[in-house]
């Protein structure tokens, strides 16, 4: 990860700096100067591809734990308690705050205190059971404890908002189903896959019967439940393997993956089915909804996408004309 790798370099440059700044120090340069040539190597060898490559968040967690050891064995050498690298340790908090997530981050506070507590008790004249050591022990833990729980929190929202984003990109607002855009995606990849393997699929399209009946009567609101309606009733019946859509308006898609002719139809009987017997009530009426389907066969109807889909959607559109009723005003 670039941002593990930007910590790591960081952390190392601000020991450098501060061992060349401070002259107290100039009698522990050599064991410090080992320290960072040794995690220098360390941070190469981390971000060698060749290392845990199916197991990224166990090399973070590798990399946030040795800067942490780093740190602590860089202080022991610098002053202990008294050195003024102790801030560095906010650096391993933060990488795992933004990767590893609450559990481990607030683990590594504790393993700090101990640390602090260790260092303290190897530091000359500095007596661990003293009100002196308490609060200055306070004053530097706390405030890690304070970054810990706020990046972790903050890393969780931004996680979160990044979901819902994607969410909103993939589906459609309204019915939650796959939007036009990743339904041909999804159909693409099938499509290919198809194509290299001879294999076979379904697609269905499929229309809400009479929805600018419905919008005349009941207003948008109604159009709205009737469509969300049809999208629970395909919801519960394709397979798992399925894929339904709302490609825009009153019309849905559904990929049936490896599906027969037979396979399909009995999907469609079930759509038909599922939406015909699932009422709508608006303003106290109950409304009964149907659809009509056009269904084609890879690669027995066709071999193109575009050709698949004008032949489906003509598929749609004759069965909407065979089960009109002959009164039936001339509206989709």
Not at 109 to 127: E, G, K, N, Q, W
Not at 237 to 248: E, M, N, P, V
Request: proline share 4%.
């Amino acid at each position: 990860m670039k941002s593990a790798r930007s910590i790591e370099v960081l952390c190392v440059a601000l020991a450098a700096l501060v061992l060349v700044l401070s002259r107290p120090l100039t009698l522990a340069l050599w064991p410090v100067a080992l320290l960072l040539l040794t995690y220098s190597a360390a941070i190469v060898a981390f971000h060698d591809r060749r290392i845990l490559p199916r197991r990224p968040l166990a090399k973070v967690q590798l990399e946030a734990w040795s800067m942490l050891c780093f740190i602590t064995a860089v202080l022991w050498f610098t002053g202990k308690t008294l050195s003024p690298l102790q801030n560095l340790y906010l650096l391993p908090l933060i990488l795992s705050a933004l990767t590893l997530g609450r559990a481990v981050t607030l683990l590594q506070v504790a393993v700090i205190a101990c640390c602090h507590l260790a260092l303290a008790a190897a530091t000359p004249a500095l007596d661990v059971m003293s009100l002196d050591y308490a609060a200055r022990a306070i004053g530097q833990l706390v405030p890690l404890l304070l970054v810990a729980y706020l990046t972790t929190t903050l890393s969780a929202d931004i996680t979160e908002a990044r979901e819902h984003i994607e969410t909103l990109a993939q589906n459609d607002a309204l019915t939650g189903l796959f939007n036009a855009r990743m339904f041909k995606e999804v159909w693409a990849r099938e499509h290919a896959a198809c194509a290299r393997s001879q294999g076979v699929y379904a697609l269905l399209m499929i229309d809400l019967d009479r929805l600018q009946d419905i919008n005349d009567d009941f207003g948008h609101d109604g159009g709205n439940s009737a469509l969300q309606l049809v999208a629970e009733c395909l919801r519960r019946s394709i397979r798992g393997t399925d894929t339904a859509g709302r490609l825009g308006g009153d019309e849905f898609a559904v990929l049936l993956p490896g599906a027969s002719s037979e396979v399909a139809e009995a999907v469609i009987k079930r759509v038909r089915h599922n939406v015909y017997k699932t009422t709508l009530d608006l303003r106290s009426r109950m409304i009964r909804c149907s659809v009509s389907i056009g269904v084609v066969n890879y690669p027995k109807d066709g071999a193109e996408m575009q050709e698949l889909l004008s032949i489906a959607d003509r598929n749609m559109y004759r069965d909407k004309e065979l089960r009109r009723p002959p009164t039936a005003k001339a509206k989709g």
